[in-house]
């Protein structure tokens, strides 16, 4: 496992891979029902990196647990007790990309929260529900 956290570091930058700490926040989901256990939490920053992470993992036969902002209801995004699979958290993919007002449109990131996507709409004269 050593070599895929170095792949892992190599793809996204050293300080977006998480090994180490307190890592609840990521492995636990936020009604704090379910907790498992993440043998790292990644965070790239693109969708490149996201592919690149998604290569390593396959590679090596690793489960990965995609991760928004980790307020579903259902416990998705929380990883089994295991210690296998590795969180791909998507928070630093957050941004508003796009209001496109004539195809009543929205493009985001795959890490940014709802309320970001409701004040940008509202900021174009629109409701995101």
């Not at 891979?17 to 609840?24: N, P």
């Not at 991760?67 to 957050?94: E, W």
């Amino acid at each position: 496992m050593n070599e895929l956290i170095t792949q892992l570091r190599s793809a996204v930058g050293a300080g977006n891979v998480l090994t180490e700490g307190d890592l609840s926040a990521y492995e636990m989901d936020w009604r704090r029902r379910s907790r498992g256990k993440a043998l790292a939490v990644v965070r790239p920053g693109s969708t490149e990196e996201v592919a690149a992470v998604v290569r390593a993992c396959a590679a090596a036969g690793t489960p990965i647990v995609p991760q928004g902002g980790n307020t579903g209801m259902v416990v998705g995004s929380t990883p089994d007790d295991s210690g296998r699979a590795i969180v791909l958290s998507l928070t630093r993919m957050n941004r508003v990309r796009a209001v496109d007002a004539g195809n009543l449109t929205i493009t985001v990131d795959a890490g940014c929260i709802l309320q970001n996507v409701q004040d940008a709409a509202e900021a174009a004269g629109y409701l995101f529900p």
